[in-house]
């Protein structure tokens, strides 16, 4: 198929999980967060935030932090975790193609594309 | 429009008007309402040309009950060839290469789609506040939010613009503006409704429903929405119940859990005296009241607030300006181009809750956070399979409040998030819920919140509806000039 594509999207499509925000254990975690550790977020999660927005997110995380460190009230040292409601168990499709991209009309919503590909900058010197 | 869904399919039926007519009286209320920026998109001519249809498909012999009726979806939907912005300026120019399932369903009934409504940015919200496209004002009051993230339908079925129009609820977004606008909404369970071509924002957690006047209304799109979808793994293959046909019958026999945690502090008073006396018609109706107890909700809100973040962190990867969507204009390499991309795309709500996720799941906290919720997540559903085994369905308020001044919440995310306590636990436990209108509070509507067991939604449509065959508070409309 003609959309294969294959000028990196990796950079950011690593996910955050595997990051590290400050190399303490989770018993030493800090009550409040600060602008260097937001800016570190902001640069795991891709996003820009200015100098002026830092203080205000870390502000603003801090309060949601505080909401969720209520979770410690409860013991759940024996409890299963549960991801998604557990109704039904995930079905495998069959490995089949059911669907029929159209390389033009996709590379049509691409904010820059040419010859078949999507266009982003240079990552290879 | 005052007129509630199902008068609209009975008089489509009987001829007394056509589409075309209802499609035009839809439209001029919608051009005479502009100031309630309830939708982001219009789309009159394929309105106009689909109502067309439906009556010629009804001359025909068409008798498919929504045939012909007008409704809005809300805009996360994908709609092949029109735009589908999700309230965000990240995809304030994208439109779909395909249709969601939900919108494919409603077309092969007839319906006609007159727009798309105006939502929180990703539905991530409790006040439509967060639309790059502006806020709602609540056509009870314009001084007032219509609630989120749902508050674009919301207020759009309230003021009579559309009798109906669908909505998607992670946390309470179909629910709680429901509540604030004076309208029946209902979250169905968790792989009820296809998730296919509906914009991700938790994806453990989203349910799309409909929103209407009545619960009558309500059961009509729901029979229309639900089913199984194979192209959402998560979809349920349940044969679909009969939800119009299952409406008649009374509530002898019927036992309703009243949950002791949902009238503690938090709770308006006003709101808790108002749903005191909706629990007496239902008992009226012949009901019994039980007592029952979820004692970790408490947990959900802090619990939810790690899940749907870390969802959502990682469903808006996607969003990295180059495959579709919005681009920063200028940019130094890759990594520079995805930043400015996604901090000018984002508004600073999903911006939050981004963050927030990548938190909770970066190297040394995804125990303590993100690990912590999940287990706190069956601690709550568990208590919900307890309570049923008390009674049949919860009824309880639907939010804490009533409809809050514009501004009013919106620099304290926080105390912006307490307005989901009561609806939370329902999307962590994935069960169904409803929300219907049950009196008012200084001129301003109040929410009583039904909630079922797992696919019990037929059950939960006849409480409504009788319910609302012995009150007239779902009748009401707001005083609009």
């Known amino acids: ?125 | 429009m005052s007129e509630t869904l199902a008068e609209l399919v009975r008089g489509l039926a009987a001829g007394r008007f056509s589409s075309v007519e209802l499609v035009d009286a839809c439209l001029a209320a919608i051009g005479r309402h502009r100031d309630l920026n309830a939708f982001i998109t219009v789309d009159a001519g394929a309105a106009r040309a689909a109502a067309a249809d439906a009556d010629r498909l009804r001359a025909g012999g068409g008798q498919a009950p929504l045939l012909g009726v007008p409704f809005a979806h809300k805009d996360i939907f994908c709609t092949a060839g029109v735009r589908t912005t999700c309230g965000s300026r990240m995809l304030a120019d994208f439109v779909a290469p395909y249709d969601a399932t939900v919108v494919e369903k409603l077309r092969a009934q007839g319906a006609v789609m007159l727009g798309k409504t105006n939502m929180d940015e990703f539905a991530m919200g409790s006040s439509n506040e967060t639309s790059h496209f502006g806020a709602v004002r609540n056509p009870w009051d314009p001084a007032r939010v219509p609630g989120g993230s749902s508050g674009g339908s919301a207020a759009a079925v309230a003021a009579g613009l559309v009798p109906a129009a669908t909505g998607t609820d992670t946390g309470g977004s179909i629910r709680q503006p429901a509540a604030f606008c004076g309208i029946t909404g209902l979250k169905p369970s968790y792989g009820r409704v296809s998730r296919y071509g509906m914009i991700a924002f938790a994806s453990s957690l989203d349910q799309a429903g409909p929103m209407a006047r009545s619960a009558e209304d309500c059961a009509y799109l729901l029979a229309a929405m639900a089913g199984f979808d194979e192209r959402d793994s998560t979809s349920h293959a349940r044969p679909v119940d009969d939800y119009v046909g299952g409406l008649a019958g009374d509530l002898k026999g019927l036992r309703v859990g009243v949950v002791r945690e949902h009238f503690g502090a938090g709770l308006d008073a006003a709101i808790g005296a108002a749903t005191h006396a909706a629990l007496a018609e239902l008992e009226r109706l012949g009901a019994t009241l039980v007592d029952v107890s979820l004692p970790n909700s408490a947990m959900s809100l802090p619990c939810y607030y790690v899940l749907a973040p870390a969802e959502a962190s990682s469903n808006l990867a996607r969003y990295d300006g180059v495959r579709y969507g919005y681009r920063a204009r200028d940019y130094r390499d890759l990594e520079d181009m995805y930043k400015k991309t996604r901090g000018q795309g984002f508004g600073a709500e999903v911006k939050r809750r981004i963050m927030v996720g990548t938190y909770a799941l970066s190297a040394g906290y995804y125990d303590a956070y993100y690990l912590k919720a999940l287990k706190l997540r069956r601690l709550v559903a568990d208590d919900f399979a307890r309570a049923f085994a008390h009674c049949d369905v919860i009824a309880g308020p639907t939010a804490p409040t009533t409809a809050f001044a514009l501004g009013a919440k919106s620099d304290d995310p926080v105390s912006m998030y307490m307005n989901d306590i009561y609806t939370i636990p329902v999307n962590l436990a994935g069960l169904p819920a409803l929300s219907m209108p049950a009196g008012f509070v200084e001129g301003l509507p109040v929410g009583l919140q039904l909630t079922g067991s797992y696919m019990d939604e037929a059950r939960l449509l006849r409480v409504a509806h009788r319910y609302q065959q012995a009150t007239d508070w779902h009748r009401r409309l707001p005083p609009l000039s």
């Not at chain 1, 996910?15 to 570190?40: C, F, H």
């Not at chain 1, 996003?47 to 460190?69: P, T």
């Open chain 1, 1 to 125: 198929m003609a959309l294969t594509v294959a000028i990196a999207f990796h950079g950011f499509n690593q996910s955050p999980k595997y990051g590290s925000v400050r190399p303490i254990s989770a018993e030493q975690r800090p009550a409040a967060l600060n602008q260097k550790d937001i800016e570190k977020i902001a640069h795991l999660a891709r996003l820009e935030v200015s100098g002026q927005e830092c203080a205000a997110y870390a502000a603003d995380l801090s309060r949601i932090l505080g909401l969720i460190e209520q979770m410690n009230a409860i013991a759940t040292d024996h409890v299963a975790p549960m991801a998604q409601p557990e109704t039904t168990p995930l079905r495998f499709r069959d490995d089949a193609v059911t669907q029929n991209g159209d390389p033009e009309r996709l590379l049509a919503l691409a904010p820059a594309s040419a010859h078949g590909l999507y266009l982003v900058p240079r990552v290879i010197e």
